[in-house]
């Protein structure tokens, strides 16, 4: 059996990465890459004519007369913490295969937790921004799926997806004419129905989309989208189970390395931060196609995205 190209592709090997951002110097010339990839332009006035002045080496624009520093402006303003440190975090999220938990990522930088897991909610806010405005198009196999709600079964609850403790979204693969999978829409919602299913629709998914789902009668909204909805029953026969996973085949798979990754790394995830986790799996889903290149990808979002400081990230949970 050959092995599967992607998976097996040449990533960003540790020592490759210590020698382009080993130290504070070459992560400021990349972030400067990056971020003025034809050279400086004044964030107020887009002038180029510029100068550096002071010990802080900021770029002081001739024409407004601003003065700007290379992280203003970005996810890396007012950090304490080293460039280095950023880019590790980076490297280590981007390459491995099930991303890293919060609590690792603090021993292999060498950061407090709080510290590391501030970077890390940063950063798992930098790539659902970069995804949303993406929508998926083509083939799109659709289905329902929870995290969670293990307690609550065990305690006598209600089984199924309207269980207690149970976060609900829904997991949408578009593949290639071929039938091999392209990209991955994970979207958190209230509840599996018809208004949730039409709200997610017309914004994670184009008009002329085909959506296959299940006989789940909620999945009819995505019509509202303009989308082409081809329901699949599932049939008890052993035949039609065999159909139904052939259907179903990529969304199944998705979603079982969903969980595996979820359980395998941060174990459990509490209910507020699920969006942002879901973002990850999705961001890094979706690159998977250039190992090599992930890095590079996220920091080049993570200059785009705008400071938000704690409050902002503990706000922004609570709220959603």
């Known amino acids: 059996m050959s092995r599967n190209p992607i998976q097996f592709q040449k990533g960003l090997s540790l020592s490759e990465f210590q020698r382009r951002y080993g130290t504070e110097a070459r992560c400021e010339a990349a972030l400067k890459a990056w971020r003025w990839p034809d050279g400086f332009v004044c ?60 609590l690792e990522l603090s021993r292999q930088l060498g950061v407090k937790y709080d510290s590391a897991w501030l970077m890390r909610q940063k950063l ?13 198009d083509g083939r799109i196999e659709m289905d329902d799926a929870v995290l969670g709600g293990e307690k609550g079964e065990l305690e006598g609850g209600k089984r199924g997806r309207g269980g207690p403790n149970k ?27 018809r208004d949730e299913i039409a709200r997610i629709a017309k914004l994670h998914l184009a008009p002329s ?40 085949r990529w969304v199944n798979t998705v979603l079982g390395n969903l969980k595996t990754a979820i359980r395998g790394t941060c174990h459990a995830i509490r209910r507020p931060y699920v969006p942002r986790y879901l973002a990850e799996f999705q961001w890094r889903f979706n690159r998977r196609f250039d190992l090599r290149g992930m890095l590079d990808k996220l920091a080049a979002a993570a200059i785009r995205q705008a400071p938000t400081p704690y409050q902002a990230i503990r706000i922004a949970h609570v709220d959603g």
């Open 124 to 136: 798992n806010a930098v790539m659902q921004a970069d995804e949303e405005s993406r929508k998926l």
């Open 43 to 102: 964030p107020r006035c887009g002038c180029r004519d510029h100068a550096i002045v002071g010990q802080r080496r900021l770029h002081l624009c001739h024409g407004c007369r601003r003065q700007t520093s290379l992280k203003a402006g970005t996810i890396f303003a007012k950090t304490l913490l080293p460039l280095t440190k950023w880019l590790q975090a980076m490297f280590l999220i981007t390459q491995s295969k099930n991303s890293i938990s919060s």
């Open 167 to 193: 976060i609900p979204f829904v997991v949408a693969v578009a593949t290639s004419d071929e039938g091999r999978p392209q990209r991955l829409a994970l979207m958190p919602v209230v509840a599996h129905n």
């Open 209 to 248: 989309a085909r959506v296959v789902s299940d006989g789940l009668a909620c999945f009819a909204a995505v019509t509202k989208a303009g989308c082409l909805h081809e329901p699949v029953v599932v049939s008890q026969t052993p035949t039609g189970r065999s159909e139904t996973l052939i259907c179903f």
